[in-house]
């Protein structure tokens, strides 16, 4: 299951805030790496995980960006609608909080790329003994299982599981944290018993998901608010190659990130000028990261094993 996204003017912006902007009793200001970004819902429980995934914004602030969630019967189900002039976004009829949290993200991307040099990337953020490491994939591929599994290491700290933000910093990238905490799946402790406990007090939603404060399963030392980004790890799951580890040229890389939309399906705007902005980026980000693509078709502590060698864990 996805959502479908329609691009609507400021003017059908104006009339769906009059539409739903009366049914949204449920006002949050959170602060998304400095954007503030506002949610309008009808439904208690989004308004209450939506304050734990995300840093609290002083009300005195102006939103940079909108969402309403909303359920609407006369709509379609998982229904997007976005206005890229106000950044308003619209979702309607959402059950998967992950969804909601991701186009937030988005929302405050879409910001910051046009403005601040700013990029979004869809994936997890790790510090490796004080070396940045970006974790890709496609859905499947195991990014969550083997940031996780990374986790369980002492000398590994986490700026993100799932999103960050990053920029170009003279001869370095600069990856910063999104997210107060994390929201993670049920199914996580099955793979790696160190969680088990932590899920266990967790209050799971309907997908069978959480948020919840990883440094109470970590510790508080080991949450970071940015890193410098030394390497890029893009996972895949393909049984018919025979190859684990491949190291990718940044050409190669780049190719690869391009034609997966660079792994991030929340992306709200794909215009040409979007798309030369992101590809001017991650070939930057590429000339100053080493690349290197990892198939998961082994048994997780396999993979493991062979993506710690990458990042110099022993």
Not at 38 to 47: G, R
Not at 135 to 143: D, R, T, V
Not at 151 to 171: E, I, K, M, T
Not at 252 to 278: C, G, I, M, W
Request: neutral net charge; proline residues 3%; aromatic residues 12%.
């Amino acid at each position: 299951m996805s959502y479908a996204t329609k691009l609507v003017s400021l003017q059908s912006k104006e009339r769906l805030v009059e539409r739903f902007g009366a049914h949204t009793p449920y006002e949050v200001k959170s602060d998304v790496y400095g954007c503030c970004i506002k949610l309008l819902t009808d439904t208690q429980s989004v308004a209450t995980r939506w304050g734990e995934s995300f840093y609290f914004m002083s009300q005195n602030i102006r939103s940079h960006g909108r969402l309403y969630v909303v359920n609407e019967p006369a709509e379609e189900k998982n229904a997007v609608y976005y206005d890229a002039q106000s950044k308003t976004a619209f979702l309607l009829n959402f059950d998967y909080y992950g969804w909601i949290k991701s186009l937030a993200l988005s929302v405050a991307g879409d910001v910051l790329e046009d403005e601040h040099d700013i990029y979004s990337i869809h994936g997890a953020c790790l510090d490796v003994n004080g070396q940045g490491v970006c974790i890709l994939g496609a859905s499947g591929a195991g990014k969550t299982t083997h940031t996780y599994g990374l986790l369980r290491r002492p000398a590994v700290r986490v700026v993100s599981d799932d999103w960050f933000f990053a920029r170009v910093y003279g001869q370095d990238i600069l990856a910063y944290s999104s997210e107060k905490n994390f929201y993670i799946r049920a199914d996580l402790a099955k793979i790696w018993s160190e969680f088990n406990w932590l899920l266990e007090r967790a209050e799971l939603d309907g997908e069978g998901r959480a948020v919840v404060d990883l440094r109470l399963a970590i510790g508080k030392g080991r949450i970071l608010p940015l890193t410098t980004l030394r390497k890029l790890i893009i996972l895949k799951r393909d049984a018919r190659d025979p190859e684990f580890v491949r190291e990718l040229t940044a050409a190669q890389a780049l190719a690869l990130l391009e034609r997966n939309d660079y792994f991030n399906p929340h992306l709200l705007v794909s215009t040409p000028f979007k798309r030369r902005l992101r590809k001017t980026f991650f070939g930057a980000l590429l000339e100053r990261v080493a690349a290197y693509e990892v198939n998961t078709t082994e048994q997780p502590e396999q993979s493991q094993a062979r993506i710690r060698k990458i990042v110099d864990l022993t």
